[in-house]
């Protein structure tokens, strides 16, 4: 089935087709939402409120780009929605911590770990670390180092997912290196892991 | 240590992004540098997480909650409309009825209300009084 079949499948709210396509690109979804959200568990119920997405407006699709392109658009846009909502939710909760004595927090970092719960602990430091060092990289940056390390795109197809420039990309990985080479020296440096 | 390090090159290094010149000059550096070359472990190693958690396993039940997810949404859609029609509605005949009720009262009110009874307000104002709100406060603890 090529992309024009499943697109018209999908417009004509065929099921079939719709699994075909979840079947096809629900990797690519899950790890590109992983990338930024940092949790299997988060990363696949974002994963299905992009397929949800896609089923409900493939009517407006317009087919000049690849299915793909619409799902990276889709998955980084609700991945990095999910992030500030949770950044806002950690500002709220802190506050509350700060009245409360705060026993809320730990039980939330203990959930996220629950994710690998095999790991030796150095292991699970070194990606705290580079997980901390992500998130505080802007958006734009993250989003195409995101897509560039973990889903190994080619700068040219995160110029036509993020609709910006060849030379916008190149400048913004190369930033995101930086800057995460920055932090990781910082903490290095610091012997905070 | 006498040079300058060369701390920010290695993250190109690492992704082999560096001209021929440059890393010639990395990697000299690093044959002397004991910290440079703890610093690339230590980054590399970090980069490497990538590479280990990317692609993470996904649930053999993806399509299976999707598909359920799908299956739930002209129900609630439904749901939604009636809710959009049914509450506006319910809340504007209580809000007549209330209205209504107000104009009725107060007509009355300047009509018939003859002989008011100020003395049961003031029987509750007094035991108010009776029982200071403090002392309220003190029992509960
Ligand atoms: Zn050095």
Redesign the interface.
């Given at each position: 089935m090529d992309e024009s079949e499943l697109i018209k499948g999908i417009q004509q709210g065929d099921n079939k087709v719709f699994r075909v396509l979840v079947e096809t690109y629900q990797r690519m979804v899950v790890n590109t939402c992983f990338g930024i959200v940092h949790s299997t568990a988060d990363a696949e119920d974002l994963a299905q409120d992009v397929f949800l997405e896609i089923f409900r407006t493939a009517g407006s699709f317009r087919g000049d780009s690849k299915i793909s392109t619409w799902l990276y658009r889709i998955a980084t846009n609700r991945s990095l929605n999910f992030v500030r909502n949770k950044k806002r939710k950690g500002f709220f909760q802190s506050l509350e911590e700060t009245f409360t004595g705060g026993k809320n927090r730990n039980s939330e970092i203990s959930e996220n770990r629950s994710d690998q719960p095999d790991q030796n602990i150095t292991d699970q430091q070194r990606s705290d670390l580079l997980h901390r060092a992500i998130d505080q990289l802007p958006e734009k940056q993250r989003i195409a180092f995101t897509l560039n390390k973990y889903e190994e795109l080619p700068y040219q197809q995160i110029a036509e997912v993020m609709e910006i420039s060849l030379a916008s990309v190149e400048s913004l990985i190369h930033r995101a290196k930086k800057n995460l080479q920055e932090q990781l020296l910082d903490c290095y440096k610091k012997k905070c892991v | 240590m006498k040079h300058k390090c060369i701390?920010?090159d290695?993250?190109?290094y690492l992704?082999n992004e560096l001209s021929e010149e440059k890393r010639t000059a990395v990697e000299k550096h690093l044959e002397e540098c004991a910290d440079c070359r703890s610093?690339l472990v230590?980054?590399k190693?970090?980069?490497q997480?990538?590479e280990?958690?990317?692609?993470?396993?996904?649930?053999p039940f993806?399509?299976t909650?999707?598909?359920a997810?799908?299956d739930e949404?002209p129900q609630f859609k439904q749901q939604g409309l009636w809710v959009r029609f049914a509450q506006p509605a319910f809340f504007s005949v209580m809000l007549i009825a209330g209205i209504y009720g107000g104009l009725r009262l107060g007509s009355n009110a300047s009509s018939g209300m003859i002989n008011p009874e100020p003395t049961s307000t003031i029987q509750l104002m007094n035991d108010f009084e009776n029982e200071p709100i403090e002392s309220f406060l003190l029992n509960e603890l």
């Open positions: - | 701390h920010k290695l993250i190109f992704d610093f230590f980054l190693d970090e980069m997480i990538i280990k958690e990317k692609n993470p396993e996904a649930s993806f399509y909650r999707l598909s997810r799908l949404r």
